[in-house]
């Protein structure tokens, strides 16, 4: 049996649309399947914990996410490792960045035969700890930041609750423009990170602090021989200037998807990353709010999920 926990509503509601075609498929083939349609924010993760709290022991559950990152981002922080799972993943969203990143096909057509005939990989995700009296634990599988990112996304949710404005600034487009107009607003901050607990970086007027639980490197073998040797570890980097001058052609870099290296970017490689910053900042995790902190704690887990590629 295969579920699907389909966001109807991602890509501004084209998510659906690409449901229905997708099911006539699977009626075609005639694949056994379950759906689970999400009507609002939390759905996927209760959907996640359910199927995987109910099992019994022995049986592994395969969960298909149709949807985009949030949508994924909800599954995996739901999921109950009591039992099995395997994941499926047919992209949806306006960025698609964990597709990317996981060298899935943006086709739904491919990344469903994918399903048909699987093959499997181990793959880590990472966790986001943040709040002091009761901490609160987030994963996400493909980033998470505190600072000018997280602002943006933090923006682009705003708008979910209308639907007509949200239409107008979406996808790769929306997030430029919402960069842009953050950027106007934003201030940097002092603070300073800790790497696995042993060596401290203090810096002044950070703008952005993002880590990644996947290798980015343009080179696929290279980026093949980081993911084997360094499976357990995060990228970081900071973004810090004396002028916001600077930080717009970063901007530019992430609308086109091009990240390069520019003055300003410091990247380093851990187990655990601590941010203390002296004021709050907004925090996300795979484009997802975790609101305003000034302490997060970040970790890797390593292999811990069987998922199709």
């Known amino acids: 049996m295969h579920y699907f926990i389909v966001n109807p509503d991602a890509c501004c509601g084209?998510?659906?649309?690409?449901?229905?075609?997708?099911?006539?498929?699977?009626?075609?083939?005639?694949?056994?399947?379950?759906?689970?349609?999400?009507?609002?924010?939390?759905?996927?993760r209760i959907f996640a914990r359910c199927l995987t709290e109910s099992a019994a022991d022995s049986r592994?559950?395969?969960?298909v996410v149709v949807g985009g990152d949030g949508t994924m981002n909800e599954v995996i922080d739901g999921l109950v490792f009591n039992v099995p799972v395997t994941l499926g993943f047919i992209p949806a969203g306006t960025g698609n960045y964990l597709a990317r990143s996981l060298r899935l096909p943006l086709n739904w057509k491919r990344c469903l035969k994918k399903i048909e005939k699987p093959r499997y990989r181990q793959i880590g995700y990472g966790v986001l700890s943040y709040g002091e009296d009761v901490p609160m634990h987030r994963r996400f599988m493909e980033s998470c930041g505190i600072g000018l990112d997280a602002a943006v996304y933090h923006s682009m949710l705003e708008k979910r609750a209308d639907a007509g404005k949200?239409?107008?600034?979406?996808?790769?487009?929306?997030?430029?423009?919402?960069?842009l107009a953050q950027l106007c607003r934003s201030e940097p901050v002092k603070g300073y990170l800790i790497l696995d607990g042993v060596k401290k970086v203090e810096l002044n007027r950070i703008y952005v602090v993002s880590a990644s639980a996947r290798t980015h490197e343009k080179n696929p073998l290279w980026r093949r021989a980081q993911e084997d040797s360094r499976e357990d570890q995060l990228e970081v980097k900071v973004i810090h200037a004396t002028s916001k001058l600077m930080i717009l052609p970063m901007i530019v870099d992430a609308w086109r998807n091009q990240p390069a290296k520019r003055g300003g970017i410091r990247r380093y490689r851990c187990r655990e990353l601590k941010v203390h910053l002296d004021r709050p900042m907004p925090v996300h995790v795979d484009g997802e709010s975790c609101c305003c902190q000034t302490d997060i704690v970040i970790s890797r887990r390593e292999r811990k999920i069987r998922m199709i590629v």
């Open 14 to 44: 084209r998510a659906y649309e690409l449901w229905q075609k997708i099911e006539r498929r699977l009626e075609k083939t005639g694949l056994e399947y379950e759906v689970m349609l999400t009507e609002k924010c939390g759905d996927a």
């Open 60 to 63: 592994n559950i395969m969960v």
């Open 166 to 179: 949200y239409a107008r600034y979406a996808g790769r487009a929306g997030y430029l423009i919402r960069g």
